[in-house]
């Protein structure tokens, strides 16, 4: 029950050509767990490992599908608040409870054998290990089964959120600098997501104009958009809804980059059934085809990465992505980009020329209308800083709107294509979609 | 404030070495003729070893642009905020940056786009880091 070994599934190069299984493949099912702030501890309803089993069962039952039919788990085992830097490293050991919960598995941790086991999935026969992060899972499963090594198969993406300020143990709490946080940490860069945009951000603000707060409205309508999805933390916790006097009287991070402009770590689970074209037509759901996917890691040149840099990659990964979906971007209806730190939401909206949007357009963008019945309905998701930080919601609100069941968040415009990620400038993946597998 | 503690590895030790003998020393390849930092096992352009020496370089460059750190996650690095940190292209190369907390700049104050110069501050006994100044 293990991948191949060295199984070479990446679309991670330049000039590969249209994806060679373009709308064979298919994602037939969806499930969300509850998005709550932190597991409590004692609620064993509410483990992570609970929750990830709720959103497999879910996704199966819209697709109805049964354990039986499970070929494939795709699980990432890293769960954002996970030993680096996390206060994970600071939470076990511990004393445990009753099987299944005797150790940290199916607690604050989970993986593909754990639910195997636990779900009882007894055909699997394509269940890898180490594998990354939910951007690039939704493109393993889709080689994975456009390749034939499994027909369907379960993606599920546990994002954990423990006790204690986010990210303050393990190496953050240490006096020293190891490895490549020689180069970082001294100054005060902890890592992350954060401060490789942030610096590109400041020297964008320096080449097109602009100031950090033009970033109000995009935020605002991202925190709009949560609030019109059901599953969302912003929606099931009552979160009133962000005005731009609230951002801009935010208190900053890593100033300019405000509280506002963070996403909420949360405890939640989310997963997708992804299958044979074929066997879709004859599930529960309309099916939403996989017309590509594709990942990309580069290097940067030196400490930071620069302006130059990230605009280079933005460019590369949305000419990777348009010439395997054989696609360019006035076909993209949905876009659904990270926005984990609003920041770099820019980056990728230029990079993608999404509704011909520029280099150095960005701002005036966001102040035009944006909203999800407007004629450019960005981020229709909410992604992360309306949901909450389960890095799922662009994946859920491409699907949603191509099968034209997202509610109150349903675009107004053709929605015959979507484009997802959850992928920083630098390293991830994308996903495209489409509602008709041509 | 005290500031993290780089450990040198078999990778980094002549970097450190040099820089605690307050000296800036950079990887250049010959064959490609790029300085690059920080130190890698191969050229970044030309994927190899081969050419690779240690450089003494100029220690001088410019603020590209900063940010001030109001909440970070480093424990060590808490009592200092709000701190500059701001990132420093070299003129040598300036594909070449450092990131800098700018000693003698009060936070909110870093002058983008001056002038700066290499200084070394002490860390912890017998380790240095480097750091840039403001060229008045």
Redesign the interface.
């Given at each position: 029950m293990t991948a191949p070994d060295r199984y070479q599934w990446r679309r991670d190069k330049d000039g590969l050509g249209v994806w060679e299984h373009r709308g064979k493949v298919a994602v037939a099912g969806v499930g969300h767990s509850p998005v709550d702030r932190r597991w409590d501890g004692v609620s064993m309803d509410k483990t992570l490992g609970a929750y990830s089993i709720l959103a497999c069962r879910k996704a199966m039952d819209e697709a109805g599908v049964s354990p039986e039919q499970i070929e494939g788990v795709i699980c990432c085992d890293s769960h954002i608040a996970g030993g680096s830097?996390g206060s994970a490293s600071q939470w076990a050991p511990r004393p445990y409870f009753a099987p299944p919960y005797d150790s940290e598995w199916g607690l604050t941790l989970v993986n593909a054998q754990w639910l195997i086991e636990e779900m009882r999935l007894r055909n699997v026969k394509f269940a890898p290990t180490g594998v990354p992060t939910i951007s690039e899972m939704v493109g393993m499963a889709a080689q994975a089964v456009g390749d034939g090594l499994c027909h369907t198969c379960l993606v599920i993406y546990p994002t954990g959120n423990l006790e204690g300020?986010?990210?303050?143990g393990g190496e953050?709490?240490?006096?020293?600098?190891?490895?490549?946080?020689?180069?970082?940490?001294?100054?005060?860069?902890?890592g992350g997501n954060d401060f490789i945009n942030?610096?590109p951000h400041?020297?964008y603000c320096?080449k097109y104009g602009g100031k950090h707060d033009d970033l109000a409205p995009f935020v605002v309508n991202q925190h709009r958009n949560g609030l019109l999805t059901p599953w969302g933390y912003n929606a099931t916790h009552q979160v009133p809804q962000l005005t731009t006097e609230d951002y801009v009287n935010s208190?900053?991070?890593?100033?300019?980059?405000r509280l506002w402009d963070c996403d909420r770590p949360v405890n939640a689970s989310a997963a997708y059934l992804f299958t044979t074209t074929e066997r879709a037509r004859d599930m529960r759901q309309s099916p939403v085809y996989v017309l590509n996917h594709s990942q990309h890691n580069f290097?940067k040149?030196?400490?930071?990465e620069?302006l130059d840099e990230i605009e280079d990659w933005t460019d590369r990964a949305a000419k990777r992505m348009y010439e395997g979906a054989g696609l360019g971007p006035k076909d993209v209806d949905i876009f659904n980009p990270y926005d984990g730190y609003a920041p770099m939401a820019q980056f990728f909206l230029e990079g993608f020329q999404w509704h011909g949007v520029k280099r150095g357009d960005a701002f005036a963008f966001y102040a035009g209308d944006i909203r999800v019945e407007g004629p450019h309905p960005f981020c229709s998701s909410g992604g992360n800083l309306g949901n909450g930080r389960t890095r799922t919601a662009m994946y859920t609100d491409s699907i949603e709107q191509l099968r034209r069941t997202a509610g109150a968040r349903q675009v107004r415009v053709r929605a015959e294509t979507a484009l997802a990620a959850f992928t920083t400038p630098s390293s991830g993946g994308w996903i495209m979609f489409g509602k008709s597998p041509g | 404030m005290p500031k993290l503690i780089p450990v040198p590895d078999s990778l980094s030790k002549p970097f450190w070495d040099a820089v605690n003998q307050r000296r800036l020393a950079l990887q250049h390849c010959a064959q490609c003729d790029r300085l690059q930092y920080p130190p890698q096992q191969a050229c970044q352009v030309c994927n190899s070893p081969a050419g690779l020496t240690w450089k003494e370089v100029e220690g001088r460059g410019h603020i590209a642009t900063y940010i001030v750190i109001e909440d970070g996650r480093l424990n060590r690095r808490m009592p200092d905020q709000p701190y500059n940190l701001a990132m420093v292209t070299l003129d040598a190369d300036p594909r070449v940056n450092f990131y800098s907390n700018l000693p003698g700049t009060p936070p909110y104050k870093a002058p983008v786009g001056a002038a700066v110069e290499v200084t070394f501050e002490e860390v912890a006994p017998d380790q240095l880091i480097h750091e840039w100044r403001v060229v008045a």
């Open positions: 830097g300020r986010y990210r303050r953050n709490a240490d006096d020293y600098a190891r490895g490549a946080r020689q180069w970082t940490a001294p100054w005060g860069n902890h942030i610096f400041g020297q320096l208190r900053y991070i890593l100033n300019p980059l290097r040149r030196s400490t930071q620069d | -």
